[in-house]
């Protein structure tokens, strides 16, 4: 029997041992469809074995089903087991619809059958012909987890349920990662191979979508939190929508709500490609804000970036904080750092255009009518050196903070090391040391070993913010450099330290050939202060 991740195999359903059903009653493939049988329970749904109907593989009791359910007449009732007529003529079929997406229909007219996700029950509301996706490229979680070996199944996320019989457990294949790439195929097996039959006579043509009401079912999983709130993920099984809601951990005080409030007039603001789009608010009871879902998480829990990547990601947040900076009055954000970088898409090997990421988080955000302000927040170890005062003197804070944690950002992404605060070691020294080592650690990293061309974050993670380089100027400079200027090079790039004619322009750069990382060879008594290595595998 072929398994999940053949390249061809679209699902594997498997009758369920949660019930005592398939005891008394029988199963068995149609020999008209060119299907490979039944094994151990097991029915393997192929690319190339096309059913008869544009549905998919109908299950029913009818003998020209693909999938025939014989309930005998002499079945004894159980306890839990329910009595003959579980199943209709044509009850529910598993295909594909025109999204590419592996779905199961209820043929029955009424509510035939449910789905069960990740074992999370939910209301099937009342529903005709409903229609439940069941994995899909855009599809939450459940595309991703192939059985870490061919002859396993790993435990079922799907479960067909009919009148309360979990009957069938269902496998996403390998196959539907890769639909779009064989669009002619799955159109062949969507159309079906018998339009005029018997069978397609029996199946509704058309499956109607479940209506926007405010009882409509959404699988609901907690994705994320902070200090103040958490965030939800919500996906509604039938038209596939979702979408984040982040409300308050407990009740809000006077002051909480307005800045609950200030939160959401900077997202409807803020409308950019790299900004997470606002979707709604309420504030009449329990506050929410809905947002988009961003699929692939935050940043820091992305694996293995690469240094093309990390170019990407640096254009494309100095574009959003350009945006914010420009904006009249400006906006400073106050907590850029990986966790608050949200990866929308990302192709394997960073290529150019295939990386998507959004800014989010909003909750510290403030307008700087006159151009600085004076309170000190943010996440860290990604504060700025205004932060601290430096010689006796307070640094103005502005929107430049952004270009220091951005700057800050970017480096631990191409050097592999985190940034580290001991508080323990600051008590009672002037300023923050941490800041100066972080500068001498990237001055370092760049001269070390024949390092890529790291003279835009040179100008970032400035200690005077008068001096730092702006947003916009940033985003033009990044602009302007090839995708590869972070790698290393073959020969030596330009000396570490050297004079850039006009900080603010755009820097002309050479591609630079792809060669393997070093690991930074810093470590001293101030190590706890500045940048800590991670443990990562060489790429």
């Known amino acids: 029997m072929e398994h999940l991740d053949s390249e061809n195999v679209l699902a594997i359903v498997r009758t369920s041992n949660e019930t005592s059903f398939w005891l008394d009653n029988e199963l068995q493939v149609s020999p008209e469809w060119k299907a490979p049988g039944i094994v151990d329970g097991c029915i393997v749904i192929r690319l190339q074995d096309t059913p008869r109907t544009s549905a998919g593989v109908v299950f029913g009791t009818g003998e020209d089903c693909e999938v025939v359910i014989t309930e005998l007449e002499d079945s004894v009732s159980r306890q839990g087991t329910s009595l003959p007529n579980t199943f209709e003529r044509v009850h529910f079929s598993i295909g594909l619809n025109h999204e590419y997406r592996l779905v199961a229909r209820d043929l029955t007219g009424g509510q035939g059958i449910r789905v069960i996700y990740n074992g999370s029950e939910n209301n099937p509301g009342d529903l005709r012909y409903a229609e439940w996706i069941l994995a899909g490229p855009d599809v939450p979680d459940l595309y991703q ?11 079922p996320r799907l479960m067909i349920v009919v009148k309360d019989e979990k009957t069938f457990e269902v496998f996403p294949g390998k196959a539907l990662q890769g639909l779009r790439a064989r669009a002619m195929q799955a159109q062949l097996f969507r159309q079906g191979n018998d339009p005029n039959g018997l069978l397609s006579q029996l199946v509704p043509v058309t499956v109607p979508r479940c209506s926007d009401s405010d009882d409509k079912i959404l699988i609901e999983k907690v994705i994320g939190g902070g200090g103040f709130g958490i965030a939800i993920h919500r ?83 100095t574009s959003a904080l350009s945006f914010l900076h420009d904006h009249e009055p400006a906006i400073i954000h106050r907590d850029v750092k990986p966790e608050n970088i949200l990866v929308q898409q990302r192709a394997r090997g960073g290529a150019h255009g295939d990386m998507i990421v959004k800014l989010c988080d909003f909750g510290l955000a403030r307008e700087i009518p006159r151009g600085t302000i004076n309170d000190r927040v943010g996440s860290r170890p990604y504060e700025p050196p205004e932060h601290y005062p430096r010689g006796g003197l307070k640094l103005p804070l502005g929107v430049k903070m952004d270009v220091w944690c951005m700057g800050l950002v970017t480096f631990e992404l191409v050097s592999r090391i985190r940034p580290v605060l001991s508080l323990r070691s600051l008590r009672g020294v002037g300023g923050n040391p941490m800041h100066d080592r972080i500068v001498e650690d990237l001055n370092r990293f760049a001269k070390d070993d024949n390092q890529g061309d790291f003279r835009i974050l040179k100008q970032m993670l400035v200690l005077d913010p008068e001096d730092r380089i702006s947003a916009k100027a940033a985003h033009g400079w990044a602009e302007g450099m090839a995708l590869s200027a972070f790698e290393q090079a073959q020969t030596p790039p330009t000396e570490p330290g050297a004079a850039v004619q006009g900080q603010d322009q755009p820097l002309v750069d050479q591609d630079q050939p792809l060669v393997d990382q070093v690991d930074l060879l810093a470590s001293d008594e101030m190590s706890s202060l500045s940048l800590r290595p991670t443990k990562r595998k060489r790429q």
């Open 145 to 155: 987890q192939l059985p870490s070996s061919p002859g396993e199944l790993d435990r």
């Open 235 to 317: 996906w509604n099984p039938h038209t596939g929508e979702q979408h984040v809601v982040k409300r308050p951990k407990s009740p809000l005080d006077e002051s909480s709500r307005e800045r609950w409030k200030q939160e959401v007039r900077f997202m409807d603001l803020l409308r950019h490609p790299h900004i997470v789009e606002f979707m709604g608010a309420n504030f009449d009871a329990t506050p929410f804000i809905t947002m988009e879902y961003v699929a692939l998480g935050s940043l820091r829990k992305l694996k293995d970036v690469t240094r093309i990547e990390a170019m990407i990601i640096l254009r494309q947040c």
